[in-house]
């Protein structure tokens, strides 16, 4: 991982005998939410249909093109 | 001069000493400098197969300022298409079409630099083994190993965007308030040599966690 500033890059190894859907580029973002509680947004996503999975402290859905986004709180 | 503490009190000479000491521990701790200084992840610019329904995606789930520009040229040279973007605290998401036949997903993540200047930090790159691509921009764009589009470029990408507040339709029920994008993950084909593209390149005063090898192929990768 690498600091940038407040945020992190960070470097996934992908083999390259990996299926096309782990293709290289972006796996995820994250994104620093005011107040999170994971609890919460979990619930917030899951009334709206966004399928959710959970790393303790955060939420992680994807994108409609199944670009990952996780959530959690800033720091 | 004495310095008084719980154990009794220190000379002159030996404050001198024990300043000396911290001063060369400080130094030996420091990172050098890099060939840039990243203040910021400045944005990242993402290609979608659908620019209205990712739009419409992330409206619905971010309660935050969003732009529209409809002839959205990704990067120098990209043919314009329609465009959001969506700040997140000082950087943004930028939404652009993907184009045959390119697939969904990175554009190029953009990083703001401190004391930017495009010609010098050309050279500099270029002094170490780095080539930069000539493109009609005042931005720089580096490859990675990968093929990850790096923009490099002064820290503040949002206060200088043109594009439009967005005037669609009202937005229904945005939830989260976004204060920053806080991480890019990159997957990359050989962990070891992307580091070592990257060290020198983001290395600064700011990097604290240093390089951190991730082992386990894809088993930290991302998985909703």
Not at chain 1, 38 to 56: D, H
Not at chain 2, 80 to 108: E, K, M, N
Request: glycine share 12%; proline share 8%.
């Amino acid at each position: 991982m690498f600091s940038i500033g407040d945020s992190v890059l960070e470097l996934i190894s992908v083999p390259a005998s990996s299926a096309p859907s782990n293709r290289l580029g972006i796996d995820h973002i994250r994104i620093a939410i005011k107040d999170f509680n994971a609890e919460t947004v979990g619930r917030v996503l899951r009334e709206r249909g966004i399928a959710i999975g959970t790393v303790p402290g955060t939420v992680r859905i994807s994108d409609p093109d199944g670009i990952g986004i996780e959530l959690g709180a800033a720091g | 001069m004495d310095l008084t503490c719980a154990t009794g009190s220190i000379s002159r000479r030996q404050t001198l000493l024990l300043l000396g000491a911290l001063a060369a521990a400080r130094t030996a701790g420091a990172a050098e400098p890099g060939i840039m200084q990243p203040l910021s992840l400045d944005h990242v610019n993402i290609r979608v197969s659908d620019v209205a329904r990712s739009a419409a995606f992330y409206m619905g789930l971010f309660d935050t300022p969003v732009l529209r520009n409809p002839t959205l040229s990704a990067q120098p040279g990209s043919p314009p298409g329609d465009g959001f973007f969506l700040r997140f605290g000082d950087g943004y998401l930028a939404i652009s079409q993907a184009l045959s036949p390119d697939v969904p997903g990175l554009d190029h993540y953009s990083l703001g630099l401190r004391d930017y200047d495009k010609a010098k930090l050309a050279a500099k790159l270029l002094e170490n083994g780095i080539a930069v691509p000539p493109r009609s921009s005042g931005d720089l764009w580096l490859s990675d190993l990968d093929g990850s589009l790096m923009q490099l470029r002064p820290p503040g990408g949002w206060a200088r965007q043109t594009a439009t507040p967005y005037a669609g339709p009202a937005r229904v029920g945005p939830a989260l308030s976004p204060l920053s994008m806080s991480r890019i993950a990159l997957r990359c084909a050989d962990l070891a040599r992307a580091g070592d593209y990257y060290k020198p390149v983001v290395r600064d005063r700011n990097r604290v966690r240093g390089f951190q090898p991730v082992t386990g192929v894809l088993d930290r990768g991302f998985r909703p």
